[in-house]
C-alpha cells in the first residue's frame, strides 16, 4: 500500500529494484527520497514518533536514524525517518533483535488463546504444545512467546538473528538474503551464521563493527531516554559495503516510558512489574 502511495520518479523506480526490507510485513517500510525511508504506522499509535523525538536529544542520538516528522497520505500514517542504505553501496545487512524479552508486559496479562501462535509453534515443535494445548489447537501470546525465546538465542544470549542479506559476491551482484534463523540457538550457530554475514573481510569487518558497539553500550549507558524506557522489539541494524561498515539502533514501536522514580538496567532479570528487557544483557553476548 505504501509502495503504491508514494510518486514513483525514476530514481524511485530504480531503488525499489533492489530494495529489501529484512523484517516486518512487506510493504510497510519504502523509500520516500534518496535520503529517506517512510515507515507505516499502526492505527492511531504515535508510540514510535513520540521515542524518536525524544532519542533525537538523547545520548544514543549518533546511533538512531534521523527523525524527520510524521505524515498524513491518503488515509495512511507514516513516520520518515533517515535511510541508513543511503550511506552504502549494494551493502550486506543484518537486522538482530536485542533483549531477552521480546513482548509488552501488557501482553502478559491477556489470556486469549489464539489458534495463529498454536499453529506457528507446531511448526517449529510439533512435540511443545501440553495435551490441552493441542485440544485447544490454542495457545496464549505469552506462552507462545516465551517458546519462542527458548527456541531462538533470545532467553540464552539475549539477542536473535531476524534476517540478513549477506555479501554479494561480486560488487555488482545481489547477496542472499536469508530470514530463517528460528532454529539459530546456541553460541556456535550464532557464530557460524555471524562469520557467514561477515564475509571474507571479516577481521576488518569485525573490528569496525565492535567499535561501534563498543561505543553503543557505553552511550546507552549515559542514556536518559534508556533509564527510563523499557525497550522491546527493538533492533541492531548491521550494514557494510567495501568502504566501510557500521551499525544502528532501530524499531523503537515498543518503546515504553515506566513510571516515574523506576530506573532501569536492563540487565536484570524480567519478573512481572519490573519492566526489565534485557537489552544490555544482549549487547554485552553480542559483543563478546
Not at 499502526?42 to 524527520?68: I, W
Request: aromatic fraction near 10%; include cysteine.
Amino acid at each position: 500500500m505504501a509502495i503504491t502511495a508514494l510518486p514513483l520518479d525514476c530514481w524511485l523506480k530504480e531503488r525499489l529494484k533492489n530494495w529489501v526490507q529484512l523484517s516486518g510485513h512487506e510493504g510497510t517500510i519504502v523509500p520516500a527520497t534518496d535520503q529517506t525511508l517512510w515507515k507505516q504506522r499502526s492505527g492511531t499509535d504515535c508510540n514510535e514518533a513520540r521515542a524518536y523525538e525524544k532519542l533525537m536529544n538523547d545520548a544514543v542520538s549518533p546511533l538512531v536514524p534521523r527523525f524527520y516528522k510524521e505524515i498524513e497520505y491518503k488515509g495512511e500514517s507514516f513516520i520518515e525517518i533517515e535511510d541508513l542504505t543511503s550511506h552504502f553501496t549494494n551493502p550486506a545487512i543484518m537486522d538482530v533483535k536485542l533483549g531477552t524479552r521480546t513482548f509488552l508486559e501488557a501482553e502478559v496479562m491477556n489470556p486469549v488463546l489464539r489458534k495463529d501462535l498454536y499453529q506457528k509453534m507446531i511448526k517449529l515443535d510439533p512435540s511443545e504444545p501440553t495435551e490441552e494445548e493441542h485440544a485447544n489447537c490454542a495457545v496464549t501470546k505469552l506462552r507462545y512467546m516465551q517458546f519462542r525465546e527458548r527456541e531462538s538465542s533470545t532467553a540464552s544470549l539475549g539477542f536473535r538473528i531476524e534476517a540478513a542479506k549477506f555479501p554479494s559476491p561480486t560488487s555488482s551482484g545481489v547477496g542472499k538474503l536469508q530470514k530463517n534463523f528460528q532454529k539459530v540457538k546456541t553460541r556456535d550457530q550464532v557464530m557460524e551464521v555471524l562469520w557467514k554475514f561477515l564475509g571474507p573481510k571479516a577481521p576488518t569487518v569485525r573490528d569496525q563493527l565492535l567499535k561501534r558497539l563498543r561505543d553503543m553500550r557505553a552511550k546507552v549507558a549515559q542514556s536518559e531516554f534508556f533509564r527510563c524506557h523499557e525497550v522491546i522489539g527493538s533492533s541492531l541494524l548491521f550494514m557494510f559495503d567495501n568502504h566501510h561498515a557500521s551499525v544502528w539502533m532501530i524499531d523503537f514501536a515498543k518503546s515504553l516510558p515506566v513510571e516515574t522514580g523506576r530506573n532501569l538496567d536492563h540487565r536484570s532479570p524480567w519478573s512481572i512489574g519490573n519492566h526489565e528487557d534485557g537489552y544490555l544483557t544482549g549487547l554485552d553476548n553480542l559483543i563478546e
